[in-house]
């Protein structure tokens, strides 16, 4: 994988990018058609055609409940937050456990941890021994958008903006151990606007940086992404998700387009071949055209999900797509985000206004989830 990312280029180009933690992006260079070797960092993006209407009917948003289905009972593995506090697991019996009754909670891959917020800090809760423990002690800073790193189970990625200019965003990302030691910035010259994705391997982060797409390569540094052949002009580039095999980068692609508020596509990154593939292009249709829109890739690769939020105006409503990353195949849900997948990939739960739905892989025929008002899936793990 790193030596995949050793192709990145870094070619000096002119480009504006956002303040740290918020502003107004511009449109980016035009993307190199081909890889020279690397050189120093830069940003990037691309070339555009003329607009066209090439996104298919929506169908109707009844389809989004299959009112022929009962509600299921919760599925084992399940892990949810109510209104952003308090964390649940429903058990092998279909019976849920509160975890942690603290703020944003995250629980760990070997389930016996939970990271929270609390005073701007991150704590983080033993399980086991039902101790708690405060990570950070920075007065200047912010601290949210923590992760926990599967394949690096030593360390924590997170991303922070300094209180005298909190804003937009996620903010500047960074790691530290899990006992709070090592605190070390990645990049304290960007902030990001959106959460970044960890690579399968440990190796590499992706993040956007000021709304562009760029990679932190533990042994290679900060680096952009130059896709090798891609003639879209985007203009903000976010919300990256990595593969479960490492070799693709998904990203939530916004661009301009005359006499609209825009287009907007998630694209996949081959690491590869470094050529893209553009899912479902579409012409934003009002509200905002920036903010979190889950990509969530299927832990065998085949399927992603995608919550297109101003795809068309409905209440606010969010249209929730799966797609195959080959462009092959797609399946519009209805109204629907936040979307997790399953341990087996046979399985897509995620939130509506009226409730917690769910999808069998290959059917698609939305049916409701028996979970409690405001309950918010953030993962679904193996029980162990």
Known sequence: MAARL???????????LLS??????????????SIPSPTAPAAVPTDTPAATATQAPLPS?????????????PMAGLVYQKGGKGLWMVGADGQAKQLSDKATPVLSPDQTKVLFS?????????????????????????EAYYQWWPARPDIIVFQFQYKTD?????????????????????????????PAALSPDGQSIA????????VYNFTGGNMPIFPKTFTEKFRIATNPAWSPDGRKIAW???????GTDGWSAAAVLNLDTFEVTLLHRYTILGGSDVGNYHLAWSPDGKWLAVANQAERVEDGKISLWVMRPDSSEEHHLGTGEHPVWSPDSQTLVYYSKSGVYAVKADAWNP???????????TDWITIK
């Open 166 to 194: 909190i804003g937009p965003g996620a903010g500047y990302l960074a790691t530290m151990k899990t006992n709070g030691a090592n605190y070390l910035l990645l990049d304290e010259e960007t902030g990001s606007i959106s």
């Open 367 to 377: 049916f409701q989830v028996t979970l409690p008002d405001g309950a918010l899936v």
């Open 252 to 258: 939530q692609l916004f661009g301009d387009q005359e």
């Open 118 to 142: 609390e005073g701007g800090d991150i704590w983080t809760t033993d399980l086991s021994k039902g101790k708690t423990a405060r990570l950070t002690y920075t007065n200047d800073k912010v």
């Open 20 to 33: 740290a933690c918020g502003g107004t992006p511009t449109p980016g260079p035009e993307l190199l058609g």
């Open 207 to 214: 993040y956007d940086r000021a709304g562009q797409p760029w």
């Open 61 to 73: 948003a009844t389809a989004t409940v299959a009112v022929t289905l009962p509600p299921a009972a």
């Open 6 to 16: 050793h192709q990145l280029v870094l070619i000096p180009v002119i480009v504006s």
